[in-house]
């Protein structure tokens, strides 16, 4: 299977929205889990939401009733739907792909700021 392919990222105003998309390569019945992580500068990656093979989902507090992680099996996609960004949102965000073994996408930056 080839890498993830993200986009989606851009620069937003405090209070906008962006959504993220992550584009899977190959047979999609081996996915455990789909997610976001994302990496601000001088910090580490770290997770903001999951998905799982039966749907259940997982988020980080600080993004909790802002962020909807969703996929559509059919277009072998991940979304992140991004609403309320605060500029403390801003970092390269990351689709992670968990086949047993991990895949990463090449990151999308997301900045807010006015």
């Known amino acids: 299977q080839g890498q993830p392919v993200e986009s989606g990222g851009g620069l937003v105003q405090p209070g906008g929205s962006l959504r993220l998309s992550c584009v899977v390569s190959?047979?999609?019945?081996?996915?455990?889990?789909m997610g976001w992580y994302r990496q601000a500068p001088g910090k580490q990656r770290e997770l903001v939401a999951v998905?799982?093979?039966?749907?259940?989902?997982n988020y980080a507090d600080s993004v909790k009733g802002r962020f909807t992680i969703s996929r559509n099996s059919a277009k072998n996609t991940v979304y992140l739907q991004m609403d309320s960004l605060k500029p403390e949102d801003t970092a390269v965000y990351y689709c992670?792909?968990?086949?047993?073994?991990?895949?990463w996408g090449q990151g999308t930056q997301v900045t807010v700021s006015s």
């Open positions: 992670n792909i968990n086949r047993g073994w991990v895949q």
């Open positions: 190959g047979s999609t019945s081996t996915i455990f889990a």
């Open positions: 998905i799982s093979r039966g749907g259940s989902t």
